[in-house]
């Protein structure tokens, strides 16, 4: 399941200087046609380049543990999402789901094990434990890359389970 989420991330194009009004501009050729690249400023200042992206199909995101799904109080349960990395960086080790809002419910990230291509899906799971009072519980989840970036994911949407405890 996937619920829109607005990120503190924004990204920002590389800037270029302006051109020598007497000098005139040449002509681009195809290597000077690629579009810029985007960038974020991590908290050590430095500048990252964005090649962490992915989706999911609406039809299959959700591997088990639907929406809505009866626990019982202190149940403990894997909830599973398969995601596509439409990115253009490998993900490998240091890569990771985390929390982003809403319950927790003592969620532990499953390591997401081997390399993830850029074109390929995997399936990302965290372990939860139910709440031990009775309502309905929503957990929202990202991917990070291992230099602490949050994933600008599809349409900035994260990955959440709901349940209702009785």
């Given at each position: 399941?996937?619920?829109?989420?607005?990120?503190?991330?924004?990204?920002a194009f590389t800037p270029t200087?302006?051109?020598?009004?007497?000098?005139?501009?040449?002509?681009?050729?195809?290597?000077?046609?690629?579009?810029?690249?985007?960038?974020?400023?991590?908290?050590?200042?430095?500048?990252?380049?964005?090649?962490?992206?992915?989706?999911?199909?609406?039809?299959?995101?959700?591997?088990?543990?639907?929406?809505?799904?009866?626990?019982?109080?202190?149940?403990?349960?894997?909830?599973?999402?398969?995601?596509?990395?439409?990115?253009?960086?490998?993900?490998?080790?240091?890569?990771?789901?985390?929390?982003?809002?809403?319950?927790?419910?003592?969620?532990?990230?499953?390591?997401?094990?081997?390399?993830?291509?850029?074109?390929?899906?995997?399936?990302?799971?965290?372990?939860?434990?139910?709440?031990?009072?009775?309502?309905?519980?929503?957990?929202?989840?990202?991917?990070?890359?291992?230099?602490?970036?949050?994933?600008?994911?599809?349409?900035?949407?994260?990955?959440?389970?709901?349940?209702?405890?009785?």
């Open positions: 399941t996937v619920v829109s989420q607005f990120t503190l991330t924004a990204a200087t302006a051109p020598d009004t007497d000098t005139p501009a040449p002509e681009p050729t195809a290597t000077e046609t690629q579009p810029p690249v985007a960038e974020v400023t991590n908290a050590e200042g430095t500048t990252v380049a964005l090649c962490d992206k992915y989706s999911w199909d609406p039809d299959t995101v959700d591997v088990n543990v639907p929406d809505n799904t009866v626990v019982s109080p202190g149940q403990e349960f894997i909830k599973t999402w398969k995601i596509k990395n439409i990115g253009t960086c490998t993900w490998g080790e240091g890569y990771k789901l985390i929390f982003s809002y809403g319950e927790e419910m003592d969620g532990v990230a499953q390591p997401i094990g081997a390399a993830v291509a850029p074109g390929q899906e995997v399936d990302v799971s965290v372990q939860f434990t139910a709440p031990d009072l009775p309502g309905t519980y929503t957990s929202l989840w990202t991917l990070q890359n291992p230099k602490g970036i949050a994933f600008q994911g599809n349409d900035n949407k994260v990955l959440y389970v709901q349940i209702v405890v009785q």
